[in-house]
């Protein structure tokens, strides 16, 4: 099993639609998870931080599930301009700088 | 503006060539990372740097070199050792473990 997994989709949807994304994760102790955006053949910008008690950042929504073991981002009135691919990283905090990069859900919003 | 600079953003190298990738950052921040990006996989983690003058492999260091002389630079070569050279490699820093990693731009090695 790989230790970050996300479906790398596409998934196309509609320009205005509510879009939503899973990313499972294998360990357990895992203590920090992000969400990263990457245009293609760009850098992965950061989207935001993923925190314990789900945080919201205008029309983007994360949470956790620390039982089940994954996080979600959910975008609602999707834009032209959402269209990109959506990393999930998820970092362990026991010592080590690593952190672990799923291959990234690719979503279209189409006009 | 605070941020992280790679040069240059295109290379072009031939087989045996050692080759520098160039990452500048004015963040601030303690620690530097190198990734490579191949089509349809992760990042994958060549090197870390959690101080000056220090450094750790990461998954994919053979082939790799890296120095820490200055907090604001992390200098990667890519030497003929690596059998897979053609890659597209991400910068990143970060303030500390298990905070976001901020990313360069890239740059885009092609080695033939």
């Known amino acids: 099993r790989k230790e970050v997994e996300q479906d790398p989709g596409p998934f196309n949807v509609p320009e205005g639609a509510t879009v939503a994304f899973n990313c499972t994760y294998s360990n357990s102790a895992s203590q920090s998870f992000f969400w990263y955006r990457q245009d293609c053949r760009k850098e992965p910008k950061l989207l935001m931080s993923?925190?314990?008690s789900g945080n919201e950042d205008g029309r983007f929504t994360a949470q956790l599930n620390r039982a089940s073991q994954y996080i979600s981002l959910l975008i609602r009135d999707s834009k032209l301009s959402d269209s990109a691919t959506y990393l999930c990283v998820v970092n362990n905090r026991e010592g080590t700088y690593k952190y672990i990069f799923g291959t990234g859900t690719r979503l279209k919003v189409l006009a | 503006d605070g941020g992280i600079t790679q040069s240059p953003k295109y290379l072009f190298r031939k087989e045996g060539q050692n080759v520098t990738l160039s990452c500048e950052q004015n963040l601030n921040h303690d620690a530097m990372y190198w990734y490579r990006q191949d089509p349809g996989q992760g990042l994958r983690l060549i090197y870390y740097?959690?101080?000056?003058?220090?450094?750790q492999k990461g998954d994919i260091a053979e082939g790799y070199s890296v120095s820490r002389e200055k907090k604001e630079s992390f200098p990667l070569t890519v030497t003929s050792a690596q059998k897979n050279p053609t890659a597209f490699y991400l910068c990143?820093?970060?303030?500390?473990?298990?905070?976001?990693?901020?990313f360069g731009p890239g740059t885009r090695l092609t080695v033939t």
């Open positions: 740097s959690q101080i000056v003058n220090d450094f």
């Open positions: 993923v925190y314990s």
């Open positions: 990143a820093s970060s303030i500390g473990t298990g905070t976001e990693q901020y």
